[in-house]
């Protein structure tokens, strides 16, 4: 007895929706069914995809062939992926996801206590910028001794 995953139609003429069931493969598409694992329609926007993973793994387990079209719609559920996982046909690596989300968290907050310092940066230099320009000019201003001097080649030139 070949078990098939495959799709029963259901609704009226030209508004069909799907039930993806468990069925004897000899038998006619709209005939009784073992099991129904989830439903389909697809005349919603997005389309409405329902499947109980658990159900379609263990029948998958037990040697259930899907046809093409319920293969595609196990496989968006993630029911073919977690299938194929416990099968062994692909390999997964487990890696703490914590760890690296926290540099990235610190990394953030670095950049944004650099952006406050920037931005607080050009006020403290206008402020500093001043008082050393006063310096400059003190340390300019002529003594009385240059300013005597200043003024005797002054008239030595006149």
């Known amino acids: 007895m070949p078990v098939k995953i495959r799709l029963t139609r259901m609704g009226k003429k030209k508004q069909p929706s799907y039930r993806v069931v468990v069925v004897d493969g000899r038998r006619a598409r709209d005939s009784r069914y073992i ?18 993973n658990d159900k379609a793994v263990d029948w998958l ?6 046809t093409e079209t319920a293969k595609k719609l196990l496989e ?3 029911a073919w ?5 416990a099968k062994g046909d692909i390999h997964t690596i487990e890696t703490s996801t914590p760890a690296p989300s926290e540099p990235a968290v610190a990394e953030v907050e670095a950049e ?3 952006e406050e310092i ?4 050009p006020e403290t ?3 500093a910028v001043p008082e050393a320009a006063a310096d400059e000019v003190s340390a300019v201003e002529p003594t009385e001794e ?11 030139e006149s």
Not at 61 to 66: E, L, V
Not at 118 to 121: D, G, L, P, Q
């Open 81 to 85: 992926t977690q299938f194929r996982v």
């Open 112 to 114: 944004a206590d650099e």
């Open 125 to 127: 230099e206008a402020v």
């Open 146 to 156: 240059a300013a005597d001097d200043a003024a005797s080649d002054g008239k030595e």
């Open 61 to 66: 387990r037990k040697g259930a062939q899907p």
């Open 35 to 52: 099991e129904q694992i989830g439903r389909y329609d697809p005349r919603e926007d997005p389309s409405v995809i329902e499947i109980d």
């Open 76 to 78: 968006v559920s993630g």
């Open 118 to 121: 920037e931005a607080t940066a």
